[in-house]
C-alpha cells in the first residue's frame, strides 16, 4: 500500500511540469522506471542493450573452434562439494550440455583463516576441463553459454578461471541461457594447462533453494575482429574516446580520434541527434603530450544544450548530452547502487531481510551491525565507509534541495538510513562497532550455528573525529526531524570529546586493523581531521572551544605542506608530507581521504575570517590548487588526475611504507623503486607517477582520483577559478568514459558499461569499481575484461566519492 501511494504521489507531481522542485529527470525513460521503483523502493531494471558484453557480441568472429569434440564429460573433472554430469535436459548446441549441481548449504559452520575465521564460505565447487599444453595464441576469446536453474535464487553468478590466473565473474539471469565470452589476449596461452567453472557456496537468502544447478553449452575458441585494449593511453581501433554521457555547456569539449585515415585536418561534425544535421564543424589536431601524440577533436566554442553525436569519417558515436544538469541521471543511478547495497533490509530481487544475528560485543553489551550498506561485492562492513557515504549523501541533498526537490528528498532519506547505522553502533563510551568481513548469508536465527559476533569494536581517535563531524553536518542539514537535530547536537560533542580524551592519552596512532581503510591514514591527515571535526563543531554550535582547537591543530598540517620548491623545472610544490619528517608524501592506493586537508582550511576561512592565520590557511589552498594545476600535464589529453610527486626513497620510512601497503611481497622496497622509476622524473629524487604505487589486491583508482578531484573543486570554488573547477569536472568525464578504454565505469549511465565483481548482489544500475589500476610495475592504465577483486569490485565507497564531487 505505502508503495502504491508513493506511485501516485510521484504521478500527480510529475502532471505539474512547471515546478521544478517535482522534476525528476529529463530522461523520459529513467523517469518511468523512477515511478517503476516508487522512486527507488526496488531496483532500477537493467539496460544492458548499452554494454561491454552486448557490444563485444556484435564484433566479428573470423574464425572458431570447439573447446573439445569429445563427448559428455570427457576430458572433464568435478572437485569440491557437488556433482558433474551430461544432460539432455537444455542444450542450445542440440548436442547436450554440462550439469554442474551442488548444495547451498552444508549444515557445518563456515570457517575461514585463523588471522579473519569469519571471512568465510561453505566451501567451493569446480569443473576443470585438461587442455594438456595446447596453444591457444590464434584466438583470443573463449565463448559459451550457461543456463542457471537455481531454484528462488535471484542473484546468480559464476567463475571462469585459467590455470594460475585470477578468475573471471559472470553474472547470470537465472533460467534462461546467458550468452557470455571472455576477452584472453592478456592471458600466457602457448601452453595452456586446465580452464574451470566454478562458485564458492555461501549459503542461503530467504527465497534460496537447496541446490544450485548450471548447465554450460557451445564452448568455443574464437578469434575476433578488433579486440578491446586492456592496458596502455592509446585506446582501440576506429574509436571516439568520449564521456558518454556528455559535456558541461561551460568548459573544455574534446574527445580523442583513433578512427582510420584520421590525421591532423580531418574533418569531424557534431550532429544533433535527432535530426542527424550538423550543428559545428571542425578538422582534427594534433596535440603532443607526455603519453605520445594525438589527434583531437575540440568542440569547444558551441554551448547549446541538447542531445548530439560526434562524426568522424564513417563512425559516429551513440548520443550524448551537452547542458548544465547532465549529472542529475548518474545521481539517480549510483542513489539506486547504494540503496541495493543495503544491509538488514529486504532490497526486491536481491535479498531479504540479511544479517541480524550477526553482533558487536562489548562491556557485556550487544548490537545487531544488520544495517548500512554492504560496503562492496562481498557482504562486509565498515562503520567508517558508511559515515563517509552518509556524508556524501547529505552533501548531494543540501546542493539539490532547491534544484530538484525529489531527487533531493530520496538522497536524505538514504542518508538517514546510513545514520541510523552510525548511531545504533554507538556504546555510549567512545567505542563503536567498527567493521567485520564476511562473504555468506545468514540465516537471521539467534541460536544458531552460523550466528557471527566478531564484528570489530575500537575507541579511536580518528574514527571519532569523524563521526563527530558527520554528526554534527547531519544536524545542520536534517530539517524536519528536530528531535534528531538535538540528539545530533548532543552526540556529535560528545564523540569530539570521546575523539579528543584518546587523542591527548595516545596521539596519533592506534590504526591496528589494517582490513579498515583508515589503516593508511597519515599523521597530517589525521590532523587536519581535527581541525575539520573541530570547524564542523564551531560551525554546528558557535563554542570558541572548538574554534581554538581548529586553529591550533591545522598548524601541525600547514608545517606538513611543501612550499618550497623542487629542484625541476616547473618548481613543484604545494602536496603535503605524511608528518613533519618528510620522509614520505601523502598518497592513497585505494580509499582516499585527500580532500579533507582542503575541506579543513577551507573550513578555517569561511568559520574565521579574522583570525590572524587566515592568510596561512588561504595560500595553503593556494599552493595546492597550483599543484593540481601542475599534475594535469601529465596524463594529457585525458582528464584524469596524476597520483602525483613521489621520492625514490620512501620506501624506506618503513612504518608509513606498511601501513600503506597492505600484504606486499618480499621484494616490495626493490618494487617501489621500480615503479617509480616508470614516472616522469622531475629531479634527482622525485618522480610523478600517474597511478599510484601499489602491490596488493587492494588496488583501483576510482576514489583517488575523485577524491583529489572533490579537492580541486574546493580550491576552484574558494579562489573562484574556473581552472581547477574543471580539473573536477575532469574527473567526471574520465569516469564515463573518456579514458582510454571508452568505458563509462558507472553502470547504466552513458554507454560501454561492463559488468562488475558483485557476487553478493548482482548487477546493478548505477554500481562503479574501486576502479582501473596499473598493469604490473609500469605506469599505464590496466583495465581487462577479467572481472574479480578487487579494482572491478562494486564498491559504495566510490558511489560516495561521486556523489561528493557532484555537490562540490
Not at 204 to 232: C, M, N, W
Amino acid at each position: 500500500m505505502k508503495t502504491k501511494l508513493i506511485i501516485l504521489f510521484i504521478a500527480a507531481c510529475l502532471c505539474r511540469t512547471a515546478d521544478a522542485q517535482i522534476r525528476l529527470t529529463q530522461d523520459p525513460e529513467l523517469e518511468k522506471a523512477l515511478v517503476g521503483t516508487g522512486l527507488i523502493h526496488s531496483p532500477l531494471p537493467l539496460d544492458v542493450s548499452k554494454s561491454f558484453e552486448a557490444n563485444g557480441l556484435q564484433k566479428k568472429v573470423l574464425y572458431s573452434e570447439p573447446l573439445s569434440r569429445k563427448k559428455g564429460v570427457d576430458g572433464w573433472s568435478h572437485g569440491g562439494l557437488g556433482t558433474l554430469s551430461f544432460s539432455d535436459e537444455r542444450s542450445v548446441s542440440g548436442q547436450g550440455s554440462l550439469k554442474m549441481a551442488f548444495p547451498t548449504i552444508t549444515g557445518k559452520r563456515a570457517q575461514g583463516h585463523s588471522s579473519d575465521p569469519d571471512y568465510a564460505t561453505y566451501g567451493n565447487s569446480r569443473i576443470s576441463f585438461d587442455v594438456n599444453g595446447a596453444n591457444w595464441e590464434k584466438y583470443n576469446r573463449i565463448a559459451f553459454y550457461i543456463y542457471p536453474d537455481c531454484d528462488g535464487a535471484r542473484v546468480v553468478n559464476l567463475n571462469l578461471s585459467f590455470e594460475n590466473s585470477a578468475s573471471h565473474l559472470i553474472n547470470l539471469v537465472n533460467r534462461q541461457w546467458n550468452q557470455c565470452f571472455l576477452s584472453i589476449d592478456e592471458f600466457q596461452r602457448d601452453n595452456v594447462k586446465q580452464i574451470s567453472f566454478s562458485c564458492s557456496i555461501k549459503g542461503k537468502d530467504r527465497t534460496t533453494g537447496d541446490e544450485s544447478v548450471f548447465y554450460i553449452d557451445k564452448i568455443e575458441l574464437q578469434q575476433i575482429e578488433d579486440p578491446e585494449p586492456v592496458s596502455g593511453w592509446k585506446p582501440g581501433r576506429n574509436k571516439i574516446i568520449y564521456p558518454t554521457t556528455g559535456y558541461m555547456t561551460s568548459g573544455t569539449k574534446s574527445a580523442i580520434i583513433t578512427v582510420d585515415g584520421s590525421a591532423d585536418g580531418t574533418p569531424f561534425d557534431l550532429l544533433e541527434a535527432a535530426t542527424a544535421t550538423t550543428v559545428y564543424s571542425d578538422k582534427l589536431t594534433t596535440t603532443s603530450t607526455t603519453l605520445g601524440d594525438f589527434y583531437l577533436a575540440d568542440f569547444t566554442p558551441y554551448n547549446k544544450s541538447g542531445e548530439y553525436k560526434l562524426k568522424v569519417g564513417s563512425v559516429e558515436t551513440p548520443c550524448f548530452i551537452i547542458g548544465d544538469n547532465i549529472w542529475e541521471n548518474s545521481l539517480w543511478r549510483t542513489l539506486n547502487f547504494i540503496f541495493c547495497q543495503r544491509c538488514g533490509y529486504p532490497v526486491p530481487g536481491i535479498h531479504g531481510t540479511c544479517h541480524t544475528d550477526l553482533h558487536s560485543k562489548h562491556d557485556g553489551k550487544t548490537i545487531s551491525y544488520a544495517g548500512g550498506w554492504h560496503d562492496a561485492g562481498d557482504l562486509s562492513q565498515q562503520t567508517l565507509q558508511t559515515g563517509d557515504v552518509t556524508f556524501a549523501l547529505l552533501e548531494a541533498y543540501n546542493k539539490l534541495k532547491d534544484k530538484n526537490g525529489l531527487l533531493a528528498a530520496r538522497l536524505l532519506e538514504e542518508a538517514e538510513w546510513g545514520l541510523e547505522f552510525i548511531l545504533k553502533n554507538r556504546y555510549g563510551d567512545g567505542y563503536r562497532a567498527s567493521s567485520v568481513g564476511l562473504l555468506i548469508w545468514l540465516d537471521n536465527v539467534l541460536g544458531t550455528q552460523d550466528d557471527i559476533s566478531s564484528v570489530r569494536v575500537q575507541n579511536l581517535s580518528f574514527d571519532n573525529f569523524l563521526y563527530s563531524a558527520y554528526e554534527a553536518y547531519a544536524a545542520m542539514s536534517m530539517e524536519r526531524d528536530p528531535a534528531m537535530q538535538e540528539y545530533l547536537r548532543k552526540i556529535a560533542r560528545d564523540d569530539f570529546d570521546f575523539a579528543m580524551k584518546r587523542h591527548k592519552e595516545t596521539g596519533y596512532g592506534e590504526f591496528i586493523h589494517l582490513y579498515e581503510h583508515s589503516y593508511n591514514t597519515s599523521e597530517s591527515q589525521y590532523m587536519a581531521t581535527i581541525s575539520w571535526a573541530a570547524g564542523m563543531l564551531y560551525k554546528l554550535t558557535k563554542d570558541p572551544y572548538y574554534a581554538r582547537i581548529a586553529a591550533e591543530t591545522i598548524r601541525f598540517t600547514l608545517d606538513c605542506q611543501r612550499k618550497e620548491p623542487l629542484n625541476d623545472r616547473d618548481g613543484t610544490k604545494g602536496f603535503f608530507y605524511r608528518d613533519k619528517s618528510r620522509k614520505s608524501i601523502v598518497h592513497y592506493i585505494h580509499q582516499s581521504r585527500e580532500q579533507v586537508y582542503m575541506q579543513a582550511m577551507t573550513l578555517l576561512c569561511e568559520t574565521q575570517p579574522e583570525h590572524p592565520d587566515y592568510g596561512k590557511w588561504a595560500e595553503s589552498i593556494r599552493l595546492y590548487g597550483d599543484y593540481l594545476k601542475s599534475l594535469m600535464k601529465y596524463t594529457a589529453p585525458y582528464g584524469m588526475i596524476a597520483s602525483g610527486v613521489y621520492h625514490i626513497d620512501e620506501h624506506q620510512d618503513s612504518v608509513a611504507f606498511y601501513h600503506l601497503h597492505l600484504f606486499p611481497p618480499s621484494n616490495a622496497k626493490e618494487q617501489y623503486v621500480e615503479q617509480v622509476k616508470k614516472g616522469v622524473q622531475l629531479d634527482n629524487e622525485h618522480f610523478i607517477k600517474r597511478f599510484p604505487v601499489w602491490f596488493s589486491i587492494f588496488n583501483g583508482n576510482t576514489a583517488v582520483h575523485l577524491s583529489m578531484g572533490k579537492a580541486a573543486a574546493i580550491c576552484g570554488n574558494f579562489l573562484k577559478d574556473e581552472e581547477l573547477l574543471h580539473i573536477g569536472r575532469e574527473q567526471m568525464y574520465w569516469t564515463v568514459g573518456k579514458n582510454p578504454f571508452g568505458q563509462s565505469l558507472i553502470y547504466g549511465e552513458g554507454y560501454n558499461y561492463p559488468q562488475m565483481d558483485s557476487f553478493s548482489s548482482g548487477e546493478m544500475v548505477g554500481e562503479m569499481p574501486v576502479g582501473i589500476r596499473s598493469l604490473g610495475n609500469e605506469d599505464v592504465p590496466y583495465w581487462p575484461q577479467t572481472n574479480n577483486a578487487c579494482y572491478k569490485e562494486v564498491w559504495v565507497t566510490s558511489a560516495g566519492k561521486w556523489l561528493s564531487l557532484m555537490a562540490e
